[in-house]
């Protein structure tokens, strides 16, 4: 079920904003020289909207940089000062919100294992009642979109509209490509029940690797997110964390540079009558599909009628494994997607299971 809630567009709260909310700095604020060189070379490009800088650093285990503390604060006061940029650190607890609003920051974020903790949540958000801050949160390690919109009307509730979701990936629970899994699908879900949340995306913490940001923020672009938040840093070779996944102020320009930004819509009646042609084809396509679906479960009824009669289990695992063989190297010859041409199986199979018990369950 979708929600309705009270969240002003980015355009009404930075209204010199001209591009896609770009908020840049390094993961941990580490001395006050790095901090403000950095901020210095963000400055340079107007892209760059917002200076992020983590003050306070949940790591996985205790014993490496925890963060800077308070005094980072007045660092962020200084770059907002000198150089006219917002300035935004991350926040997980109360005390932390405190001194923050004291200090004056014009973002906050949540971070993803705050969000995962709706306890945590609403200390911070007890804390920002009444007051007029720009909250931005992360999605929780887990991929539970109800987790996420939990966090968004907790904060909504204390009468918070200025609010933004980052998509910065889920734990994964297997070895994979990036540090952290982007399902998009949840960014996807999100949209949908929020409509009118903005959403922007952390490819840093998605990535893992420098070299996989720029694939990771051409597709939050390609599928419509309003800005991203990445990692930089003066000198990432001896950043004290994430020092694997930030880029120097120059190369985020250049990795900026060759980001194409994409429009929902565009004011072009060739380009509508054309989608439209192309869209009417999907939709009959579609139909098409359920046709066979519903012709293929017919066959499945048969079969289940049949091995009734004869005795015989609904689940046949030799039979079901060749199947899947071969539909996965049938698949892939037609240029489809190996994993989703196995999802697509598998569902269909678990239903044809489902359907053969079914029938011979039934009286
Ligand atoms: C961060 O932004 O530096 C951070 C710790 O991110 P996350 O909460 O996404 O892990
Ligand atoms: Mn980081």
Redesign the pocket.
């Known amino acids: 079920m979708g929600v309705e809630i009270d969240i002003k567009p980015i355009k009404e709260w930075l209204p010199k904003l001209n591009n896609p909310l770009l908020i840049a700095g390094p993961?941990?604020l580490e001395t006050e020289e790095q901090a403000m060189d950095t901020a210095r070379q963000l400055a340079k490009d107007p892209r760059v909207f917002v200076y992020?800088g983590?003050v306070w650093?949940?790591r996985t285990r205790p014993g490496s940089f925890e963060g800077i503390g308070t005094v980072g604060l007045e660092w962020l006061k200084q770059v907002k000062q000198e150089t006219g940029l917002l300035v935004g650190t991350?926040v997980a607890n109360a005390q932390h919100t405190e001194e923050a609003l004291k200090a004056g920051l014009d973002v906050l974020?949540?971070?993803?294992?705050?969000?995962a903790s709706p306890f945590v949540v609403q200390e911070i958000a007890d804390v920002l009642k009444g007051t007029d801050a720009v909250v931005m949160v992360?999605?929780p390690?887990n991929p539970d979109t109800q987790l996420w919109m939990g966090a968004i009307e907790r904060l909504s509730k204390v009468g918070i509209t200025k609010l933004v979701g980052?998509h910065?990936?889920f734990t994964p629970f297997r070895e994979t490509k990036y540090r952290?899994y982007p399902n998009w699908q949840s960014f996807i879900e999100l949209r949908r029940l929020m409509p009118n949340l903005p959403v922007i995306c952390?490819p840093?913490?998605i990535a893992g690797k420098r070299e996989y940001l720029s694939e990771i923020s051409q597709k939050a672009f390609d599928m419509g997110m309003d800005g991203l938040?990445i990692?930089s840093h003066r000198d990432p070779s001896c950043a004290l964390?994430?020092a694997a996944q930030q880029l120097t102020p120059a190369d985020l320009f250049k990795l900026l540079d060759k980001l194409v930004i994409r429009n929902e819509k565009v004011d072009n009646k060739q380009f509508e009558d054309q989608l439209e042609m192309l869209r009417s084809r999907i939709d009959s396509l579609d139909t098409e599909l359920l046709e066979i679906l519903s012709s293929r479960m017919e066959v499945v009824r048969q079969i289940g009628q049949y091995k009734k009669d004869n005795n015989v289990t609904a689940l046949q695992m030799s039979r079901w494994t060749e199947l899947m063989n071969k539909r996965v190297s049938a698949g892939e010859k037609m240029n489809l997607n190996r994993t989703f041409v196995q999802i697509l199986f598998q569902l269909i199979h678990e239903d044809s299971v489902r359907m053969q018990t079914e029938i011979m369950d039934a009286e």
């Open positions: 993961c941990s992020r983590g650093k949940p991350e974020w949540i971070g993803a294992r705050s969000t992360k999605n390690v980052i910065r990936g952290n952390d840093s913490h938040m990692e964390s994430d």
